[in-house]
């Protein structure tokens, strides 16, 4: 005799609803496949592109912001179903994509390094006194290794 539906609930920290649907049926339903709808702003894409590119020639005050892109939308172009805040937020995102599609910017913004064990250190010297007349010669010092921690260690 198996457990009860409550002490299935209890047992498991969940619902009755999901107790008895996991009774029902070892495997949950397919989902749908919801197509993505279109975006109100594919229109007007092609448009903000030309316009950053254009902007890769054109001196730093005279490149086109999120705001006058949009005026330029609504006004020149007669985009009413869109958004301040959807030219914003795509324009933000491919303004780096255009500049390095059109070699302007770096493809990389880091410098990978390496650090092999013993080929570099940091080490400090100073003089120590307990309290006491006698003086203490210290050389702490640093070693990185090639799993980016720093190890300290005193002579």
């Given amino acids: ?11 498991h920290n969940v619902t009755w609803r999901t107790v008895r649907r996991a009774l029902d049926g070892q495997w949950p339903e397919p989902r749908k496949n919801q197509r993505r709808k279109e975006s109100r702003l594919d229109a007007y894409k092609p448009l903000i592109d030309g316009m950053l590119l254009a902007d890769l020639d054109a001196p730093p005050k005279q490149r086109h912001t999120a705001q006058r892109t949009y005026d330029r939308l609504v006004e020149g172009h007669g985009a009413d179903g869109i958004s301040y805040s959807m030219v914003r937020v795509y324009a933000k995102d491919r303004r780096k ?59």
């Fill in 1 to 11: 005799m198996g457990m009860s539906l409550r002490a299935l609930q209890r047992t």
């Fill in 97 to 155: 994509e255009v500049r390095r599609q059109a070699g302007v910017g770096p493809d990389a913004m880091f410098v990978p390094q390496t650090h092999l064990p013993g080929a570099e250190a940091e080490v400090d010297f100073r003089t120590a006194s307990r309290g006491r007349s006698r003086l203490f010669f210290l050389c702490p010092g640093r070693i990185r290794t090639f799993d980016t921690r720093w190890r300290s260690w005193v002579i």
